[in-house]
């Protein structure tokens, strides 16, 4: 039986809501690190754990201020290394891809600040042009230009042009934020956030699944049998 605060080892959600049937590598010709911030990486919402999951080849760092940072890690392979930070300067994107590590900060802004200056001088700062609204229902964005870290790494991709890798990143992003509305009893905001997402043609099943049934309601779908 299921204890009050079980959670998946692989997705981080409630057994319930598990999304693991989902899960396939996206592969990348970048390489990908994610510097995360010891409090960020207990959270489920955590999107730069997300990264490393599904990812392939991702490699997520846990950051405490105490702490060094081996920066070998992220520069002994002669790859260029992007630290992405609004921050940064705007990239270009006629660097070959294969030549390139990018390095994702995963912490609420203040810390990433904080992050973004004991490492910048081992790369290049990058900034990246993106606009529109996040995606990340999950959590309050605090003023505009403000992405969760996955979004970040997503507009590299479009950046890039890889778009079949943008679109898979995409999905397991917004099917991550989908179910965990879900888990967090807020299926109302799930049914809105489903309405604008891949996320029901790419997994009808796992969505189905999800849903569930509930005295014959279809909350996803916003009305009741019958109606």
């Known amino acids: 039986m299921e204890s009050a605060g079980t959670r ?10 598990c999304i693991c049937a989902a899960e396939g590598a996206v592969a990348t010709p970048f390489a990908v690190d994610v510097l995360v911030d010891h409090v960020e990486a207990c959270k489920p919402s955590s999107t730069g754990a997300l990264v490393g999951r599904v990812v392939s080849g991702a490699r ?3 950051h405490r201020r105490s702490e060094a940072i081996d920066r070998d890690l992220f520069t002994s392979d002669g790859r260029e290394l992007w630290i992405l930070h ?5 990239t270009v ?3 070959p891809p294969e030549s390139v590590r990018v ?7 203040r810390e990433s600040a904080a992050m973004a200056r004991r490492v910048e001088s081992w790369g290049r700062p990058v900034r990246l042009a993106m606009q529109g609204e996040s995606r990340f229902w999950l959590r309050t964005q605090t003023g505009e230009g403000r992405f969760s870290t996955i979004e970040t790494l997503i507009a590299v991709l479009d950046g890039f042009g890889l778009v079949e890798a ?6 397991h992003f917004e099917l991550h934020v989908f179910a965990s509305l879900l888990a967090r009893g807020r299926a ?6 489903l309405a604008n997402s891949p996320v029901r043609d790419a997994w009808p099943e796992l969505v189905a699944r999800l849903v569930g049934k509930r005295d014959r309601t279809s909350d996803v779908d916003g009305h009741r049998e019958g109606s």
Request: proline share 10%; aromatic share 10%; hydrophobic share 40%.
């Open 8 to 17: 998946c080892p692989g997705c981080r959600l409630p057994p319930r809501w």
């Open 60 to 62: 997520v760092h846990v």
């Open 86 to 90: 609004p921050r940064g300067e705007t």
């Open 93 to 95: 994107w006629e660097t």
């Open 103 to 109: 390095l994702l900060l995963d912490a609420a802004w």
């Open 166 to 171: 943008r679109e898979a990143l995409r999905r």
């Open 188 to 193: 109302a905001d799930a049914a809105r956030f």
